[in-house]
């Protein structure tokens, strides 16, 4: 059922989410453009230093006066399709298989102001602790549940204080997968994620990206009093429109098609259009069940603690043993398909037989398959297993590994060649 949200103004969340410093740490800005040359963000609205740095990151003033350079929610939640940058389309280029403490080893010694090095070693703890748990198997695969579980591992449920020693049990260092959904369909959503754990007031949900370095309920709440703006900006975002030519009359049988074999689950569109945010059990959808039954990430210890603290105040976690079968607005922008992106496109989603058991892409955004809607792929005869290097294994996708898996989903199998290629062609109108 639907929940009270809280309002906000879209165009101040816009500016928040672009420019505040949420996340609250970060490097210091005087060691990052020792080495990264100040360049156009690229995206309206920038302030600031925030002009000349990449989308994903932030720079700001922290409470002991120093400029540092933060990630911020686009380094998950924009990507790029047919080489067009979308902010709200999920991250599917991320490489998350490396050691995340890399990415501030570097900026050690060229710290040198006593006030930036104690601002350098708050962040650095915090990303020593998370790195050893976010490490993905593929590219383009996302941790975040995992990464968040930690930080709360690591904080007093009342006071939101860091624990160096992790006061909970930490979950296994292997994240359960996930490909980033869409922002746009939060304006359908009741509940967030693909388990439907998230529910309540969604900003408050949203906010827990301040977990890395939030270290007291007061802060947390200076924060919160502006993320009802960010949802507000959220919901209003429409999904990109597809960007070839569509046939019309094959579309119209699509629909027809579409309406008596999917709507059930995935709702109906355009005017007197409804989606019935159903949760499907794992039993009927036959997808990779790791994220909605065992997941560490919605283990018990950790959904207790999520609604015990500051941010289970008006929202809560309770997963469903399932997964929601999401809204489909602007679906041809949001491969690789299923929870986890293990199909490359819906082609291959509608008909599972076609489904490759190994195959790599590109990650070229420009690479798109207009026929197949999804990525150009290429099905390969092994395994990462058998790659022959690191880097090739990390563009491997491995639907044999644990929480990888393509199976599920068959309700497109006893359609015609003919129907489902109908069905395709209405969805790229949605």
Known sequence: ?????????????????????????????????????????????????????????????????????????????????????????????????????????????????????????????????????????????????????????????????????????????EPVPVRVPPWWRMSKKNAMFYNAAGRGDQARIMMTASALCTDSVPAAEAIDGYFPDVRAWIVELLPPSWPFAIDRARAAQGRAVFEDTCARCHGTYGAGGSYPNLVVTVEEVGTDPMLAVDAAGFAGRFVNWFNRSFYGRIARYAPARGYIAPPLDGIWAVAPYLHNGSVPTLAALLSSSTRPRYWTRSFDSTDYDPAGVGWHFSALDHGQAEASSEDLRKRIYDTTLPGYSNAGHPFGDGLTTDQRAAVIEYLKTL
């Open 1 to 173: 059922m639907p929940e009270t949200q809280r309002p906000g103004d879209p165009a101040a969340g816009y500016r928040a989410l672009i420019n505040r410093g949420y996340v609250s740490c970060g490097m210091p800005y005087s060691a990052w453009v020792k080495v990264v040359p100040p360049r156009p963000s690229g995206i309206p609205g920038r302030e600031g230093d925030n002009a000349n740095l990449p989308p994903q990151l932030t720079a700001f003033r922290t409470a002991s006066g120093v400029e540092v350079v933060g990630p911020n929610c686009l380094a998950c939640h924009s990507g790029h399709i047919n080489g067009q940058y979308v902010i709200g389309l999920g991250n599917t280029d991320q490489d998350l298989t490396g050691d995340l403490s890399a990415y501030v080893l570097f900026a050690g010694g060229l710290v040198t102001d006593p006030v930036e090095q104690t601002e350098y070693q708050k962040f650095k703890q915090r990303v020593d602790a998370i790195a050893p748990y976010v490490g993905t198997r593929t590219i383009g695969s996302n941790s975040a549940d995992n990464l968040g579980v930690v930080l709360f591992a690591h904080r007093d449920v009342a006071t939101l204080a860091w624990s160096q020693k992790p006061l909970l049990a930490l979950p296994p260092q």
